[in-house]
T-cell receptor, first 111, second 114 residues
C-alpha cells in the first residue's frame, strides 16, 4: 500500500516565524502536488513538481521535490495568519496510475 | 462564477436510504473525480471519469455508483447508506485525464448518516 506521510501533523506558530512541512514516501512519484484546504472548502492547488531536485517558489512558499522523487518539503517564510489551513501533498505514480494524498498537516498561525 | 459546484452542501440521512450528490463543472474540463475525506481529513480518490468514461475505480463498495451524463457533470449515487459512509465528498475536475494536471475541487458535500 502506497503511503504519503506528512510531518508534523499539527503545527501552531506565531506570526513571522518560519516553518517546514515534510511529505515522505517509499514510493517514487512521477509528480507531486501541494494543496491548501480551508475549513468548509475544497483543496486548492498550490504547486506541481515533476523533476527530482526541483525547487519552486510561490511568494513566501518554497517547495522542493526530493532528488529520488520520493519526498517533498514545503517551507513558509514569515508565516502569516492567512497561511492557516490544512496542507496536503499528493503524489501520482504513472506506472500504477495511482494518485494518493498525504496524511495532512494542520497549520495555525497566531497573530 | 463557480467553477466546480456540488449539491447539496449538507446531507443528513438515515441508514439504509439511497441518496445522490450532484456535481457540475463549467471549466470545460474533460475529466472529473470523486473523492472522500474522512473525519481525520484523509482524502482518497474514489472514481475518475474522462469524457464520460470511467478511468479510475478505486476499491469502494459497489453501493457507490458514479454516473456521468455528459462531461460537465458527474453524479454520485449511494445505495443502502451505512454509518461508515459519513464523510465529506469532494468533486473535482481537471483539463486532462493525467492526474498530474491541476485539479479544481468543489466545496464538498458533508454526508451524515444516522
Amino acid at each position: 500500500t502506497q503511503l504519503l506521510e506528512q510531518s508534523p501533523q499539527f503545527l501552531s506558530i506565531q506570526e513571522g516565524e518560519n516553518l517546514t512541512v515534510y511529505c515522505n514516501s517509499s514510493s517514487v512519484f512521477s509528480s507531486l502536488q501541494w494543496y491548501r484546504q480551508e475549513p468548509g472548502e475544497g483543496p486548492v492547488l498550490l504547486v506541481t513538481v515533476v523533476t527530482g531536485g526541483e525547487v519552486k517558489k510561490l511568494k513566501r512558499l518554497t517547495f522542493q521535490f526530493g532528488d529520488a522523487r520520493k519526498d517533498s518539503s514545503l517551507h513558509i517564510t514569515a508565516a502569516q495568519p492567512g497561511d492557516t489551513g490544512l496542507y496536503l501533498c499528493a503524489g501520482f505514480t504513472s506506472g500504477t496510475y495511482k494518485y494518493i494524498f498525504g496524511t495532512g498537516t494542520r497549520l495555525k498561525v497566531l497573530a | 462564477d463557480t467553477a466546480v459546484s456540488q449539491t447539496p452542501k449538507y446531507l443528513v440521512t438515515q441508514m439504509g436510504n439511497d441518496k445522490s450528490i450532484k456535481c457540475e463543472q463549467n471549466l470545460g474540463h474533460d475529466t472529473m473525480y470523486w473523492y472522500k475525506q474522512d473525519s481525520k481529513k484523509f482524502l482518497k480518490i474514489m472514481f475518475s471519469y474522462n469524457n464520460k468514461e470511467l478511468i479510475i475505480n478505486e476499491t469502494v463498495p459497489n453501493r457507490f455508483s458514479p454516473k456521468s451524463p455528459d462531461k460537465a457533470h458527474l453524479n454520485l449515487h449511494i445505495n443502502s447508506l451505512e454509518l461508515g459512509d459519513s464523510a465529506v465528498y469532494f468533486c473535482a475536475s481537471s483539463q486532462s485525464g493525467a492526474l498530474s494536471y491541476e485539479q479544481y475541487f468543489g466545496p464538498g458535500t458533508r454526508l451524515t448518516v444516522t
